[in-house]
């Protein structure tokens, strides 16, 4: 059974940083490219970021482009994102999925949230 | 790159069929075949129920069916049920290994 468990979320102040995690098990980590989504409070999905497989190609949506950073351990089975220069609107659930790209995300964590405020 | 168009809400009694609306452009829902559907309870993880515009996922029932048309996609729930209550998202590859979700819909078992 595919199991992703997100973990670091947090009160951060505007302009901080946070390092999330998510433990992978159940299937061949290395093999499966990997992604984050996140939702913000009352509002819908939005995806954030994705990683291939080795970890050799990364993509970020606009709104986190330069200030996230995703990245992968494959010895670790672990997947994170790097967030820095916190912003309020950055406030949300995050949940790393299991997929990218054409491919469908079909498996999903629980969600680790980061609050961002003074 | 906007969120793909979806209603806010839709319901339906128990029995009934509802059908959810996902609308983008040539650029996203309507220049690839790779849109899926994702079901969402709240506190929970979301879980996937189409892929590839009308693939079912082993597990999830066929009364979920999906279907395109041009720029728009759409989620079909035949017999509804009080456990499909949740909100719902459409979701397209958009090029250069991006994806745009839509905005979501809340379904409501009346």
């Known amino acids: 059974e595919v199991q992703l468990l997100e973990s670091g979320g947090g009160l951060v102040q505007p302009g901080g940083s946070l390092r999330l995690s998510c433990a992978a098990s159940?299937?061949?980590?290395?093999?499966?490219?990997m992604s984050w989504v996140r939702q913000a409070p009352g509002k819908g999905l939005e995806w954030v970021s994705s990683?291939?497989?080795?970890?050799?190609?990364?993509f970020y949506a606009d709104s986190v482009k330069g200030r996230f950073t995703i990245s992968r351990d494959n010895a670790k089975n672990t997947l994170y994102l790097q967030v820095n220069s916190l912003r309020a609107d950055d406030t949300a659930v995050y949940y790393c999925a299991k997929g990218w790209s054409s491919f469908p995300l079909d498996s999903w964590g629980q969600g680790t949230l980061v609050t961002v405020s003074s | 790159q906007s969120a793909p168009t979806q209603p806010r809400s839709v319901s339906g009694s128990p029995g009934q069929s509802v059908t959810i609306s996902c609308t983008g452009t040539?650029?996203?829902?309507?220049?690839?075949?790779?849109l899926s559907w994702y079901q969402h309870h709240p506190g929970k993880a979301p879980k996937l129920m189409i892929f590839d515009v009308n693939k079912r996922p082993s597990g999830v029932p066929d009364r979920f069916s999906g279907s395109k048309s041009g720029n728009t996609a759409s989620l079909t729930i035949s017999g509804l049920q009080g456990e499909d209550e949740a909100d719902y998202y459409c979701c397209s590859y958009a090029g250069s290994s991006t994806v745009v979700f839509g905005g979501g819909t809340k379904v409501t078992v009346l």
């Open positions: 159940g299937f061949i980590f290395s093999n499966y490219a």
């Open positions: 990683i291939s497989g080795t970890g050799g190609n990364t």
């Open positions: 040539s650029s996203d829902v309507g220049g690839y075949n790779y």
